[in-house]
């Protein structure tokens, strides 16, 4: 069976670093579009990063861009969320998510629409 796995997350200062990891198993990411997304308190979930299965980049809406950084390990078979300078209202649960063919719509903000999802995790930025 498809299945995303997200490990990593915590707590961490504002303007500090944090990586999050999702393992895919029954499938192999090539040929897949794979996302995150985030959820904060009071807040919609919103899509924060796509790794596209049409052109192979990476897409990220202006809220995270230039702080978020996408990236994949094909022969692990693990995507993985590089966040940095991290601010409160980057707070939230965050979720992996993954679309076989699908496509990274609305600067990253697409995965939402994503079908297989993991469990999701806890990001807490404060002082």
């Known amino acids: 069976q498809v299945q995303l796995v997200e490990s990593g997350g915590g707590s961490v200062q504002p303007g500090g670093s944090l990586t999050l990891s999702c393992a895919a198993s029954?499938?192999?990411?090539?040929?897949?579009?794979i996302g995150w997304t985030r959820q904060g308190p009071g807040k919609a979930r919103e899509g924060v990063a796509c790794?596209?299965?049409?052109?192979?980049?990476?897409y990220h809406p202006d809220s995270v861009a230039g702080r978020f950084t996408m990236s994949r390990d094909i022969a692990l078979n693990v995507v993985y969320l590089q966040m940095k300078n991290l601010k409160p209202e980057d707070t939230g649960v965050y979720h992996c998510?993954?679309?076989?063919?699908?496509?990274?719509?609305?600067?990253?903000?697409?995965?939402?629409?994503?079908?297989?999802w993991g469990q999701g995790i806890q990001v807490t930025v404060s002082s």
């Open positions: 790794l596209s299965a049409i052109d192979g980049g990476t």
């Open positions: 998510a993954g679309e076989r063919g699908g496509a990274c719509l609305g600067a990253g903000r697409g995965v939402r629409q994503f079908h297989s």
């Open positions: 029954g499938f192999t990411l090539n040929g897949w579009s």
